[in-house]
């Protein structure tokens, strides 16, 4: 059970809740103690693509936190929420409704590397504490402006004249606010917004095409069939080559070893002996050395 189960995360559930229900039908299953992490928060208010890494994957999570994303979510306008999404009040208004037309004319501002606020409802820490407990503390709460890349942002309408609200689908890396981005939209267009659906489609390699959903999840516990749902550990690596190994070479590196006079394009790669995960590694200067090694058994 070393690998990943990927959960169409449900309105109103928290990130830590989706990795404690998957430690539930992990237990009603029988199938044993296992660590269980995710790979990157997902709000309550926001549903779509959780990953939760299971036993030797989770060594991943960290990795999945620094992954691009893929978002749909739709921007309300004539109001603005100091939560910047449907929670909290009202605190600006606007009678200014954009059309469609001007809608798109101004995606182009916020595509490539941008500079955004992050929202003052977020887990940043200010001075040690989370900026979410500040502002509702009553604080006044400044964050520092990010530097961000969206690399793709476009409408999901065709059509329209003056519109009460748009759905949007944004690339984005990782550190990006879908709030702040709805926001800043919403003032570029000379009125308010905020958002009140948000979808995640896409973390890192993982998509919702191999989501379930809780129900699912649960189901699947009972019948002690979760196998059937689970991804290979190197599932998280789509996107780094792999590197063969030999049982010399898979042993050194398990030790912490480096391997020498390897002759491949520095980088990352993914050593395997066979089919068995046996590091993440970094190739310079042709030297492997290990970045995160897998505790697996090899056969």
């Given at each position: 059970m070393h690998g990943?189960?990927?959960?169409?995360?449900?309105?109103?559930?928290g990130s830590t809740q989706g990795?404690?229900?998957?430690?539930?039908?992990?237990r009603s299953g029988e199938y044993g103690k296992w660590k269980v992490g995710h790979g990157g928060t997902l709000d309550p208010l926001a549903t779509g693509v959780l990953p939760i890494a299971?036993?030797?994957?989770?060594?991943l999570a960290g990795r999945m936190l620094d992954s691009d994303k893929v978002y749909d979510f739709t921007i309300r306008f004539g109001e603005q929420t100091d939560t910047l999404d449907a929670e909290g009040p009202?605190?600006?208004?606007?009678?200014v409704r954009p059309t469609l037309a001007a809608v798109e004319a101004v995606l182009p501002r916020f595509t490539g590397p941008i500079s955004q606020v992050p929202p003052i409802y977020s887990a940043l820490k200010v001075d040690g504490a989370r900026a979410y407990d500040l502002a509702r503390a009553g604080a006044d709460v400044v964050l520092a402006s990010r530097n961000v890349t969206i690399y793709a942002l476009h409408s999901k309408l065709r059509a329209g004249e003056e519109l009460e609200e748009v759905t949007l689908t944004a690339h984005v890396s990782k550190g990006t606010y879908i709030r702040s981005l709805a926001r800043d939209i919403a003032l570029a267009l000379g009125t308010v917004g905020?958002?009140?659906m948000l979808r995640r489609t896409k973390a890192g390699p993982f998509t919702l095409e191999p989501a379930i959903s809780l129900d699912k999840l649960v189901e699947l516990g009972q019948a002690r069939a979760l196998e059937h749902i689970f991804l290979p550990l190197r599932a998280g690596l789509d996107?780094?080559?792999a590197l063969p190994l030999t049982p010399d070479q898979a042993g050194a590196l398990r030790q912490g070893r480096v391997l020498a006079?390897?002759?491949m394009n520095d980088g990352l790669r993914f050593a395997m002996l066979d089919d068995v995960p046996v590091a993440l590694?970094?190739?310079?200067?042709?030297?492997?050395s290990v970045v995160r090694g897998f505790n697996m058994t090899m056969s």
């Open positions: 990943w189960i990927i959960l169409d995360k449900p309105l109103g559930l990795v404690s229900a998957v430690k539930r039908a992990l299971v036993g030797e994957a989770t060594k009202v605190i600006a208004t606007s009678a905020h958002v009140t996107d780094i080559p006079g390897i002759a590694v970094e190739v310079r200067d042709r030297s492997v």
